[in-house]
Structures are given as C-alpha cells and as structure tokens.
C-alpha cells in the first residue's frame, strides 16, 4: 500500500496555480493556502491544552440578586419551570460554583422540590452523588469537594451517568474540571450582606440559555 501521500495531493500544483479540473474554484483558493490555525502560526505549543482547559463561549449571561432565601427559592421555581418544558427527555448540566456557605446545596434543594422530589434532599459532600428518580427524569446532584482521584470518575460511573440524558448538578465542579464537560449553564453564588447573594449566569448552550428566568 502506498502512504505518506494525502489523498488529494496533486503533484505539480502550487500556490496561486489553478488546477483546470475545478472550474468553480473561488478566489481566495486561487491565491492563498488555507489559514493555519492561531497556535500553530503563533508557534505556541502549549495552546490545544490552554483551549481544553477554557470555557466554553458564553452565549448570554445574566446577573441576578437574591436579597434572601425565598429569592433563591423562586428562582429555582423558574428553572425548574424552564426544565419542564424542554422537550423529553430533559438533558441538562448545570454546574454551581461560589465559596463555602454560598448557597449552592440550597439552589438545588429548592430546584428537586419545586421539580417533585420528595423525602429528604441530603448534600452529596461525602457520598460525591446523590442520585434522584422522577418519572422520567433522572437528576444526578454532585459535590465535587472531596473529589481527588479522577479514576473514579469512570469506576463510579459518573461518566456513563453524564453520558445518558438527565438533569445533572455539581457543585465544586472546578476540582473535577480535567473530566467534567462543558456545562450548559454556570451559576456562580457570591454571599453579600447578610442572605443577599448576587449571582451571576452563564449559558453555553441554547439549553443553558432556555433555563435562565
Ligand atoms: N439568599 C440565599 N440563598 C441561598 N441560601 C441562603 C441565602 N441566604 C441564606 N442562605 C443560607 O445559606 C446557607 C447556604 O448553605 P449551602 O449548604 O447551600 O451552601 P453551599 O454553597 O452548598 O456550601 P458548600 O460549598 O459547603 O457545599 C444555608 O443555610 C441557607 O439557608
Ligand atoms: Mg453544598
């Protein structure tokens, strides 16, 4: 078997020649070899890594403010009511950043309830995964705090659960950021005075953006 050869490479033809075969050639394939890309340009090899390390780019952000708790609530009344009208099955992923106390374990809680969860809505610090079933939703809520050895990822089966369609929520997503995908919607919780918190929305995708009240 022949290698080394490209299967379009056409010997003889070079920059600026035109090959008489493609007559719907455009101009700028006439005169220009295609761009290379930034980093190869830049001669930066480090740069892919960079780019996986990125988010995603943001198609719209908001910026809210609960001056208490039962703001929180409400707004998780309103993602919840966003989630139930997306078509079935529901597929998102929404990652809660914010320091300690934020307020992140408390979205969710009002999130399940005002999507039907009953019984108890425990914080999956210790256990990384609380999972919840409602008819025909599966909601998997993450704590990432604790998370240190990215093998579990796969051995506990957090990969084949973000691989199956559901509602997935994680907190402390930076500390599982070398496995996690690209989140649908980023809420980041910043504690103000008192119960105030200000918060800021980031969406992804069009998924991400549907949810935003
Ligand atoms: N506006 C508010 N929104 C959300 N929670 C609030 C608000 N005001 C006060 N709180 C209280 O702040 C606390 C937030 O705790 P929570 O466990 O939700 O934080 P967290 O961000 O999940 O922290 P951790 O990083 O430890 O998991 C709760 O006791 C909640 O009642
Ligand atoms: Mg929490």
Known sequence: METGRQPFEQP???IGQRNASHTDLGESQLTRPPPQPLHQRLRIPEMPALLATMHPPIL???TYTWPDEAACAAFAADVAAALARRPAPADAYIELRGPLG???TTFVRHLLRALGVVGRIKSPTYAVLEPYSLPGLN???FDF???TDPR???DAGFRD???QPGLKLAEWPENAAAVLPPADLRLTIEPLDGEV??????AATACGLALLP
């Open 12 to 14: 003889g033809l070079g």
């Open 60 to 62: 719209g952000s908001r």
């Open 102 to 104: 934020a307020g992140k």
């Open 139 to 141: 909601i998997s809520h």
């Open 145 to 147: 705090y604790r998370f």
């Open 152 to 154: 579990e990822w796969a």
């Open 161 to 163: 659960l973000f691989a």
């Open 197 to 202: 918190r200000e918060v800021r929305a980031e």
